[in-house]
């Protein structure tokens, strides 16, 4: 399925989690020579959810999604530098 979203139109915004991204959905995407940007929510906040992971791997990049903060709670929307 994932090799065939990119052709639906010309653009196409695809929300996925990181266990329905890595794999076959990640190899899809890439050989579709199609994506212009990712992007990642960060989320900072008190505490992190139990079954939250606190990092993300991507391409083999772990990257930090949760940060720390005792004050505000609230989340970013960072593009995905590769």
């Not at 979203?5 to 579709?32: C, D, K, M, R």
């Amino acid at each position: 399925m994932a090799r065939y979203i990119p052709e639906l139109a010309p653009q196409v915004l695809l929300l996925v989690s990181p266990e329905q991204y890595n794999g076959q959905v990640e190899t899809a995407l890439n050989e579709s020579g199609r994506v212009g940007k990712r992007y990642y929510l960060t989320y900072h906040g008190p505490t992190m959810p139990q079954r939250a992971n606190p990092e993300l791997v991507i391409n083999k990049q772990v990257i930090q999604q949760y940060f720390p903060n005792n004050n505000e709670e609230f989340t970013i929307i960072q593009e995905l530098k590769l």
